[in-house]
């Protein structure tokens, strides 16, 4: 099994928060080969200046059925010896996925002061459907800076 990372800092323009949710980075089964992918640690945090007055953002982990419209992003292995993922990554979303009615996964609401990493030990699987996967979004109702989402994943 090989392990890789992806985060919205690899290529592109971040997006800034609004308050309707953006999808930092997209992780799905790339048409050709099929393959499964497992979410197994997620950081999530602030990266811009914090806002004059004290607000939250909302992070979301949400199952999609199409990555959207964003940069690609080439999945960077953890061990150097293994081949390219066969999982596609969008980051920096400007259209966001398809994300289905009550298919969300994981949400927490930080301050804007703070960061979070979630080690997921059964880790988050997607299915060996063409761009059908998991997307980390974030907003905010007042921060309207860029959020640092780093994924790690299993193939």
Same mark, same amino acid.
């Given at each position: 099994? @090989?392990? $890789? ?5 690899? +290529?592109?323009? %971040? ?6 949710f953006k999808s930092q980075v +997209?992780?799905?089964a790339a048409a050709t080969p ?5 979410? /197994?640690?997620? &950081? ?12 939250? #953002? ?7 059925? !199409? ?13 150097? %010896?293994?081949?390219?993922? +066969? =999982?596609?990554? !969008? /980051? ?7 994300? @289905?009615? @009550? *298919?969300?996964?994981?949400? +927490?609401?930080?301050?804007?002061? &703070? &960061?979070?990493?979630?080690? $997921? ?6 299915? =060996?459907? *063409?761009? *059908?996967? #998991?997307?980390?979004? =974030? ?5 309207? *800076?860029? !959020?640092? #989402?780093? !994924? #790690? $994943?299993?193939?």
């Amino acid at each position: 099994m @090989a392990r $890789f990372t992806v985060n919205n800092r690899m +290529v592109g323009t %971040q997006q800034p928060n609004t308050t309707t949710f953006k999808s930092q980075v +997209v992780l799905t089964a790339a048409a050709t080969p099929l393959g499964r992918g497992s979410l /197994v640690d997620v &950081s999530l945090g602030p990266d811009g200046a914090p806002n004059a007055t004290d607000c939250q #953002i909302v992070y979301d982990l949400s199952r999609c059925t !199409t990555a959207g419209t964003g940069t690609a992003a080439t999945p960077n292995p953890l061990d150097n %010896q293994v081949g390219a993922a +066969v =999982s596609a990554a !969008t /980051v920096n979303c400007t259209a966001e996925p398809t994300v @289905a009615a @009550a *298919a969300n996964l994981y949400t +927490v609401a930080l301050n804007q002061r &703070s &960061s979070l990493r979630v080690f $997921f030990d059964q880790g988050m699987r997607w299915p =060996s459907t *063409a761009n *059908a996967g #998991i997307a980390a979004r =974030s907003l905010s109702p007042t921060y309207a *800076a860029n !959020t640092l #989402i780093n !994924t #790690i $994943f299993d193939e």
